[in-house]
């Protein structure tokens, strides 16, 4: 599975809207209406239509629902995890700065240059790992003591494992453009799985709290029968 050329066509684009929208391709690409598989599950058709926008997140009975449907090999669980445990960690962000409302930054502004292991990468089961994405600073406010920050939990069945919660992401100028690296460990079993990184400030603040909210990703297949990288 490639990265999408175009970000899922919902708003507000996070966690929840990315897991409605896959389901949403996973279920036209196996040709079922929005009704038959409402009918299938046992709920209204609407409920489905709303999933599928991102509002509200999905059961884990759903999700393990189109799991076993329209064969997501692991994917939706992956960013199921995301989904449930990213609200606990925006909590703690914001009981840690409750007194600062709002951190966007006239002028600062991102853009993506290219990456290392590329979307739906094959690797064996537990192996070892660097991604590397490459972003240039487009704005006009020179990046200092920021890091990437991984979203969701950190480790778990079926995900991607992230030894720690943040990298440092190199002091970067305006025009520039930095190397971000970050190890990593494919899922102990054959599925495939996606975690997502974003930006912080100093502070631990999201930057570009209004821009980019799913920041970078990294998607991979997990097949025991792989050989290395792929």
Known sequence: MGRPTDPPPLVPRRPATVLGWTMRNMRRLADWTIERTAKEYGCSAS?????????????????????????????????????????????????RRSTIRSRAIPGDATAYVDETIPSGTLMTPGLLFVKTWRIRNVGTVPWRNRRLEREGPLSGPGLIMSFNRSVEIPDTDPGEICEIQVPLRAPGYDCSSIAYFKMIDADGFLSFPDEHQLGLDVLVRVKRNASGVQ
């Open 47 to 95: 409920h489905i239509s709303r999933v599928e926008r991102g509002q509200p997140a999905p059961s884990r009975e759903l999700v393990q629902f189109y799991e076993d449907t329209f064969e997501g090999d692991g994917l939706l669980h992956s960013l199921y995890e995301a989904v449930t445990y990213i609200p606990e960690q925006n909590r703690r962000r914001t009981r």
